[in-house]
T-cell receptor, first 118, second 109 residues
Framework: GAVVSQHPSWVICKSGTSVKIECRSL??????MFWYRQFPKQSLMLMATSNEGSKATYEQGVEKDKFLINHASLTLSTLTVTSAHPEDSSFYIC??????????????FGPGTRLTVL | GQNIDQPTEMTATEGAIVQINCTYQ??????LFWYQQHAGEAPTFLSY??LDGLEEKGRFSSFLSRSKGYSYLLLKELQMKDSASYLCAPMDSNYQLIWGAGTKLIIKP
């Protein structure tokens, strides 16, 4: 099946530092990648949608200058949390979708990155 | 607005059958997905319905009624490993998935 990886799987950082999370589609080309955030016992919250080679579309309430998204290739998207603060601590999950590979147009999820900001 | 309604939590016994219901309201509709999410992990795809009716896949079946804005996930022969959250996610006219908080399913021996 289609595999999506994320790196790192968990990260602990000091308040004020920046953290970069990578999302890779390993065996398919992802025309669209999604970034989600999930707090404990809450639903997935879509942060942004990115298409390869174009600027990401951010959901309402998500600061694009704080959460920088780059989708430079069909297999890699990165999310950089700039000047992270404790309230940014969360589970960040990426997903990827491709046309043609998927029968159902479903999103394939990465394993997630748990970010803890001290 | 867009809305998903699922029970917050359900409990069932190992070996039994459980049905998780979902009602939804979306701007347009391009099918409905069910995902399974174990604690601390990302969601994994279970099923997709775009036409009315029942789709069966092994121990899991999913049903859709578009006119009623209703779907259910049926799990048979429950196993302890089925303890997880089950997320009903319809896709709107922009092909965006709409997520609810999911149903936490607890399986007891």
């Amino acid at each position: 099946g289609a595999v999506v990886s994320q790196h790192p799987s968990w990260v602990i950082c000091k308040s004020g530092t920046s953290v970069k999370i990578e999302c890779r589609s390993l065996d398919f080309q992802a025309t669209t990648m999604f970034w989600y955030r999930q707090f404990p016992k809450q639903s997935l919250m879509l942060m942004a949608t990115s298409n390869e080679g174009s600027k990401a579309t951010y959901e309402q309430g998500v600061e694009k200058d704080k959460f920088l998204i780059n989708h430079a290739s069909l297999t890699l998207s990165t999310l950089t949390v700039t000047s992270a603060h404790p309230e940014d601590s969360s589970f960040y999950i990426c997903s990827a979708r491709t046309s043609g590979r998927s029968e159902y147009n479903e999103q394939f999820f990465g394993p997630g990155t748990r970010l803890t900001v001290l | 607005g867009q809305n998903i309604d699922q029970p917050t939590e359900m409990t069932a016994t190992e070996g039994a059958i459980v049905q998780i219901n979902c009602t939804y309201q979306t701007s347009g509709f391009n099918g409905l997905f069910w995902y399974q999410q174990h604690a601390g992990e990302a969601p994994t795809f279970l099923s997709y319905n775009v036409l009315d009716g029942l789709e069966e896949k092994g121990r899991f079946s999913s049903f859709l009624s578009r006119s009623k804005g209703y779907s259910y996930l049926l799990l048979k022969e429950l196993q302890m490993k089925d303890s997880a959250s089950y997320l009903c996610a319809p896709m709107d006219s922009n092909y965006q998935l709409i997520w609810g908080a999911g149903t936490k399913l607890i399986i007891k021996p």
